[in-house]
């Protein structure tokens, strides 16, 4: 699924430290995530601060192609927190308010997510309405965040924008600049009435959750989130981003705000809007990947020994396919531009018993010439067979021979052959370099 995210990148300035943000931003790093294939389109200036923005963007494994670097400073804002709220305070004329068309205009994704921040730069807003409204531009969904910051909106913005979305969403606190008189319910049911374009509008309400109400009257309320609240910033993001994947995808209402709402809990425990997983790092896999090339289980063939065993396992009907870890998929991606050789389908996490923290969809692979693969491509789970990591009483990581029910003999398990040295001391060193991710660690101790 395409998603294109058009808005402001800034940096979030909090006392002398500083985090990349905007809420576009979050959105898209979420969006991607959460399995989106995202576009954001936005722009930088041409210093030292775009020149992290961008870097930032690739970390977080979001392409720079949509972003133009631009003759005005990189955005910035201050933020302060009270009571765990935080109030910003934004400078003037920055890069995200000069955004440029891109050269592309063909843009075939399946949904367009904007705010309103980045339209206070007529330059910005005259190339949203070109990507909104220009010739042979559609979209299945089209996802409005009103985001009020200061005084940097109007009524005509406003209403502008909800006339050209098919999803609104709004906070509690902003909700009140709209000047409808009544409850949330009420106000819901005038907006859609009012605006026949609006499919839905999804409202979130801090520690009270979040509600959706749809065209029809249907109401579907989210249970109140539980977690424990270090920061708000970015939450909202990671809950619009969230639920729009999840209901592209064909989810139910009620199990999009399930997943927004794990999202975004789990920012909450953070400073950052977007926090940083340690294996969401692109290097860090290919630095793996290079260190266990250079080790073999043990002086035999294993394809051999076992005739290739785990890659068909001949007269089982069960599906062979292997989950990747987090951040694994991104090298994976890379292989299939070298080599068309998996096919790839996307699990919830809740559905097969992973731990809460993968918030995140869980990758699982199967190969489309078993047992013939790349074998500089092959995922950790086939690179560190039969070795399984678990943690003792004690915390320490050991590595065990795998103790899962499997629809083959393993030779080396069943006669407890001997294995290379090196190869086990370096499935050690990455399993303890893989346990210093949260999603991981959780995984391993479920195991143990």
Known sequence: MKLTVFGEILWDVFNNEKKIGGAPFNFAAHAAREGADVRLLSAVGKDALGDEALLACTRMNLPTDGIARVDFPTGRCMVTLEND????????????????LPEDLTDTSTAFY????AQRGEESRATLRKLLFGDGQQYDEIFLDINIRQHYYSDELIEESIRAATILKISREEIGVLQIPGDLPVICKTLLKKYGNLKMI????????????ERGG??????????EVVSTVGAGDAFSAAFLVHYLNGCSIDECLKRANRLAGWVCGHVEAVPVYPMDDIRKWKAIYRLLNHVETETYDCGTLCDSACCICKGSTKDMGIYLFPGEHLLLRESEKEEDWLTWELQDPAEIEFPESWTGPVYFVNCKTPPVCPRKWRPLQCRTFPLKPVIDENGVLELIWEDEELPYTCPIIEQNLPIHDSFYKATYTVWMHLLRDPRIMDLVQSWS
């Open 114 to 117: 904007f705010g309103t921040l």
């Open 202 to 213: 999804l409202v979130t309400m801090d520690r009270d959750g979040a509600m959706v109400y």
């Open 218 to 227: 249907k109401i579907t309320r989210s249970e109140k989130p539980n977690c």
């Open 85 to 100: 709220i935080p109030s910003y305070d934004l400078s003037g004329d920055m890069a995200y308010d000069h955004i440029p």
